[in-house]
């Protein structure tokens, strides 16, 4: 079994709403207290509002995010293998994980979001469709990544001839990451192909559950489930004080309706900042190696810094191990 190391904690910003400018001095200010850095790969803003709010790219923004940070394990959650050929996305993987300096670990799911599919022009085919491409994708990354740099992989979504990847890797190789809530082929996916698994906005008890599911999937194929990282993002909606605290949870119901935001609670920090203390701790022993705060701009900066000169050194002291 191997060792578990301590608790790691990032933030997971979503490219939305704010100039590039803003982005950058916010990941500069993570880049000195956190231990991830993640954007996301969506085409739209979410909650979704139609395309009409200001949104970036993600392989670009990663590009810059690489750029500007040099400390942060820096990640995409996830990479919508529909939206990409996975061969030339291997290769832009390959560039910002260069420019990092190593830093770069990107994760790879499905997608869920049709109607920004719809609107880039892509089809939206069934879910098994699309980790049917996820798997493709897979196969075709691991290969180019992997130490023989060169794949071949007839798929029935994508397929590549003898591709290379040169150069690859900075340091030879480079931690890839799953994601979702899905009870059988996400846990496949994990364990066959993954370093990592990512999933957002469940509570501890259903968070314990999905990491059942990882380690039964780990076991079934010879792997020690140890070796895979588990993380979550959670919705940041701590507040300064309890005032502020309360206007977060109006802020959920506003931003996403009554019964999306009972669920979105269910996997926020809420409440001030003892709350978010223990709420991480109930994660922790549900499993989690690495816990991220997930960020819609624009944000309660006063919280936000509690959270970071307060909250983050205070988790890391308590989980060390």
Known sequence: ???????????????????????????????????????????????????????????????????????????????????????????????????????????????????????????????????????????????MLGPDATTTHQGTHFSVDDVTCVPGPLNGSMPLWAGGRGPKRTPAIAARYCSGWNVPYVDPVEYRRLNEQLDAACEAIGRDPATLERSINLAFHMGADRASSDAELKRIIDQWGPETAERITGGALTGLADDVLERIGAYREAGADLINVALRLPVDDDALEIFLTDVVPQARAAWRN
């Open 1 to 143: 079994m191997t060792e578990r190391a301590g608790l790691q904690l990032g933030v997971h910003l979503g490219q939305q709403n704010a100039p590039m400018a803003d982005m950058v001095e916010l990941w500069k200010r993570f880049d000195d207290v956190v231990d991830w850095i993640s954007v996301w790969d969506h085409l739209y803003e979410a909650p979704p509002n139609g395309g009409k709010t200001p949104h970036f790219e993600a392989v670009a923004t990663l590009g810059a995010l690489a750029s500007v940070t040099s400390k942060a394990r820096i990640g995409c959650l996830m990479f919508c293998a529909p939206f990409r050929n996975p061969a030339v996305l291997a290769k832009s993987c390959v560039a910002i994980d260069h420019i990092s300096g190593g830093r770069f670990e990107p994760g790879f799911g499905a997608g869920w979001h049709e109607p920004e599919f719809r609107a880039h022009g892509y089809e939206f085919p069934s879910t098994g469709v699309r980790f049917d491409m996820l798997t493709d994708a897979f196969e075709i990354i691991t290969g």
